[in-house]
């Protein structure tokens, strides 16, 4: 067995849920289902088989069983065993019935807190001409380390997962409402482990050739917009950020973070997306009348270095000529400057336009992934 700590720094504050609503502490749970949907739409966007886990198809018993038992007979590993059975590759690793998970993870030195206290106060972050705009609960913010226990395989992969992760989406839940952007203080050690992960997820071969309608990252479009304000106050104008008085002016001057994911997809939903009111539900999400998840998560505007960071994702919607709109949205610089009163220079991934990617491509976008 081996072992790797992976030490963190927020950036924006880490969402796990908790008993109450509220957060009380950093819950493994909430970490690990963030890792496993990250990790599942890697597979896929590989070309290689991850199952959707509510349709139970990877079951470890019966007929499976029995070939998984065959194969180790014959001296074949687990990781080859259970790939004869038919198991897919993200419940190799993150289990499934008759399978357990291939590692464990607990949190050893939690040094966070609340972004503001107390803990069950929300934010109330309203667009001028908003109802009732978007209520954020604190989260929490600091440093905290995880330790991982596992075959060396499995550490590797989730070395490079990690990387994965603070370059191009987030840790925990809510990354629709900004949460779980965070930097790894130990790059270089978890990078160093991180080698073989990459080499592992190389060999996965293409199975499917056409994306999954489940997260698969040759559907992803990723952005960063980056910004140096001449003013340490750019802040006050962004629609709604402003008025919320002394939360806001802490959370900016000690923890280095404005809560600007709501006023950019108040912009991005009402003022720039056009379309019905379904496919604005689609992109966007609802909560009633039943929950449904929106597709773009995008982080909270941080600072580093000087520097203010906010990057994202968009899960594209299969229908392309909304995909194609949703990257315009996205890929708008001006719509960026207008929202936050800042010139800053965007990146988009992929450029130029949208096109759904290969698994090629998408084993290129990992390779680039530390190689720093
Ligand atoms: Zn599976």
Request: glycine share 10%.
């Amino acid at each position: 067995m081996k072992e790797l700590k992976i030490r963190i720094k927020t950036l924006t504050p880490l969402w796990t849920g908790g008993l109450d609503g509220t957060m009380d502490r950093i819950h493994e749970t909430g970490l690990i289902g963030s890792l496993r949907w990250w990790y599942e739409a890697i597979v896929r966007g590989l070309g290689g088989r991850a199952c959707d886990p509510s349709e139970h198809s990877c079951e470890l018993s019966g007929s499976r069983l029995l070939a998984y038992e065959n194969a180790r007979r014959q001296g074949k590993d687990w990781w080859l065993a259970l790939k004869e059975a038919g198991i897919c590759d993200a419940c190799k690793i993150f289990g499934t019935t008759g399978w357990k998970r291939r590692f464990q993870m607990t949190v050893v030195e939690d040094k966070t807190q609340p972004a503001w206290e107390p803990r069950d106060q929300t934010l109330n972050i309203r667009p001028p001409e908003r109802g009732r705009g978007w209520y954020l609960l604190p989260g929490h913010v600091g440093t905290f380390t995880l330790k991982f226990v596992g075959e060396g395989k499995v550490i590797s992969l989730l070395a490079f997962l990690f990387l994965w992760l603070e370059q191009y989406g987030s840790l925990g839940a809510r990354p629709q409402l900004g949460y779980g952007a965070f930097r790894i203080i130990n790059r270089e050690e978890v990078a160093k482990k991180a080698k073989r992960g990459k080499a592992v997820l190389q060999e996965i071969s293409v199975q499917n050739n056409k994306a999954s309608i489940y997260p698969d990252l040759r559907r992803f479009l990723f952005f960063r917009y980056e910004f140096e304000p001449s003013k340490p106050g750019w802040w006050t104008r962004v629609p709604g950020v402003g008025r919320i008085g002394s939360n806001i002016q802490a959370l900016v001057t000690n923890q280095n973070m404005v809560p600007t994911t709501p006023s950019l997809k108040n912009k991005w939903r009402f003022h720039q997306w056009r379309g019905s009111r379904d496919e604005e539900v689609e992109i966007f999400g609802t909560l009633r009348p039943e929950r449904k998840r929106g597709r773009i998560g995008v982080t909270w505007a941080y600072r580093e270095n000087g520097i203010w960071a906010i990057h994202g994702w968009a899960w594209m919607p299969q229908r392309e000529n909304l995909a194609r709109g949703l990257w315009r949205i996205l890929s708008n610089e001006f719509v960026w400057k207008d929202v936050l009163g800042v010139q800053g220079k965007l990146k988009v991934i992929p450029s130029g336009q949208w096109k759904e990617r290969t698994p090629f491509d998408v084993r290129k976008l990992l390779q680039g992934v530390c190689d720093d």
